[in-house]
């Protein structure tokens, strides 16, 4: 199977299942526990159905929002995501390079395989980034000043990890950084050579954001104790409202689910808020937060934008989240296998699709701009 074959988020998925190593394509694509939450997401969208209004003129869409204070060509972003170059060499290069491509916004996990600081100088696009809350306060501080020295636009606090979930496909392989692989899991390396050749003749592999705290060259620490011995699991509201004021610019927190949550970051002077699960990863049983996109939007929507993702695999579903309210989606698993089948050929390819699906969509719904979507093109069955 090749790039040029691939027309859908299921034929990238594919690609990168037939390349990777099963325990990193499994890394990618498992959830937590029985992986309700990580079905759900998507089976969500399929309850809703599209109401196409005719007659209405669309010569010309216009995909442009603006979310966060910046201005996007395409009303979705590439949401921030771990560990991408065991993925692919190119990593965050390759999406950061698509994205701005297409215009608009990508992020950088505090768990990413490049410097923040190299993507910012390389791309003009806008950038957030996304943290966790540590155990060492001076170390959060540490993290905003280096995304506000680095010029980051947007502040994601990521609120629904303060420890890592139940992901069950990866403790029968062994998956871990640093590798702990199991007899099955090295089998399973070994039927994949070319991924090993392409990690070991690039550059060594690393965690810029953190290296002088997560050392993945030894024993040290691993991505398991990250979760378990840095984070802060008593983080609280009174710890993010320290953290906003500090920024003083584009916050959001991501993992927001309750209505009386996204109530509280209105108030604490938060500018956005990501309804999220985690793509099924963290507490599995959660709701989808397509579910809860309209009471959400309906509560805060006049004092923040609201953002989702999870689950999004076609067009549809983007235009589903922003007729429901949402300012914008965003997207992961849609562009970690299209990066990890053919890097950054294979992000473009697949972010040309989304936009694609999107135009087509919104001229068969009659609508030419995005503030022309609304409830009345829904119906919930």
């Not at 603006?66 to 060509?73: I, N, P, R």
């Not at 701005?100 to 950038?127: C, D, I, N, W």
């Not at 690393?206 to 997560?214: A, E, R």
């Amino acid at each position: 199977m090749r790039l040029s074959a691939c027309h859908n988020f299921h034929d990238f998925r594919e690609l990168a299942r037939r390349r990777l190593p099963g325990p990193i394509f499994n890394y990618i694509d498992g959830g937590a526990d029985d992986e309700v939450t990580y079905r759900r997401n998507t089976a969500s969208f399929e309850r809703c159905d599209l109401v196409p209004g005719v007659l209405r003129g669309v010569a010309s869409v216009d995909l442009s929002v603006t979310v966060m204070g910046q201005k996007l060509a395409v009303p979705f972003y590439c949401s921030p995501t771990a560990l991408q170059r065991l993925f692919h060499h190119q990593g965050e290069r390759a999406v950061a390079a698509a994205a701005a491509k297409y215009e608009t916004m990508f992020g950088v996990s505090s768990l990413g395989t490049v410097g923040l600081e190299e993507l910012r100088a390389a791309h003009s696009t806008p950038q957030m980034y996304q943290f966790y809350f540590h155990r060492d306060r001076g170390l959060n501080r540490a993290m905003l000043q280096r995304a506000r020295d680095a010029g980051v636009e947007v502040m994601m606090l990521t609120v629904d990890s303060i420890t890592g979930g139940n992901r069950e496909r990866d403790l029968r392989t062994g998956f871990s950084i640093p590798f702990r692989l199991t007899l099955g899991g090295m089998l399973q390396f070994a039927l994949k050579p070319m991924w090993g050749l392409n990690y070991v003749t690039h550059e060594r592999f690393s965690l810029p954001q953190l290296d002088k705290h997560v050392d993945m060259g030894g024993d040290t620490m691993s991505i398991g104790r990250y979760f378990t011995e840095m984070l802060d699991p008593s983080m609280n509201w009174s710890d993010v409202a320290e953290m906003v004021r500090d920024w003083n610019g584009q916050f959001c927190l991501k993992g927001v689910m309750s209505v009386e949550d996204a109530k509280r970051a209105a108030e604490i002077g938060c500018t956005g808020v990501v309804l999220s699960n985690h793509g099924g990863r963290q507490l599995d049983g959660s709701r989808s937060a397509f579910d809860q996109l309209a009471e959400i939007v309906d509560a805060v929507g006049d004092r923040l934008d609201v953002m989702m993702d999870g689950g999004i695999q076609r067009g549809t579903h983007v235009l589903k989240a922003l007729s429901l309210g949402a300012k914008a989606v965003g997207i992961g698993r849609y562009y970690l296998f299209p990066l990890a089948a053919a890097g950054q050929p294979g992000v473009e390819r697949a972010l040309g699709h989304l936009r694609t699906e999107i135009e087509r969509g919104m001229k068969l719904m009659g609508c030419g701009s995005i503030g022309q979507l609304s409830r009345d093109n829904l119906r919930f069955r």
